[in-house]
């Protein structure tokens, strides 16, 4: 299960709180909601503090946030190596 909260917005900004894994289905959740938001030209962060794992589909949406300009904060460890480790294949 992935909770997806929004935790702050300003202006054009918007910062979404990610809760669980980001897995299965969870990933085209978040991909849809990402790309509408990024479609309406917000700037976005999101907070994986409580992110306990991403499977490599998850991974792979992640990474191609972060290249487009989302801000990923509070990566754990596991989760920042995993995005690391994508960016070298």
């Given at each position: 299960m992935l909770k997806i909260s929004p935790t702050g917005k300003s202006g054009k900004s918007i910062s979404l709180k990610l809760e669980g894994r980001v897995i299965g289905a969870w990933v085209d959740e978040l991909r849809q909601i990402c790309e509408t938001l990024?479609?309406?030209g917000r700037k976005l962060t999101l907070d994986l503090?409580?992110?306990?794992?991403?499977?490599?589909?998850?991974v792979t949406v992640l990474a191609d946030f972060k290249s487009r300009?989302?801000?990923l904060i509070n990566?754990?460890?596991f989760?920042?190596?995993q995005l690391k480790s994508s960016q070298l294949d």
């Open positions: 990024l479609g309406k503090g409580d992110v306990s794992f991403a499977d490599q589909e998850g300009g989302v801000t990566c754990s460890p989760v920042d190596k």
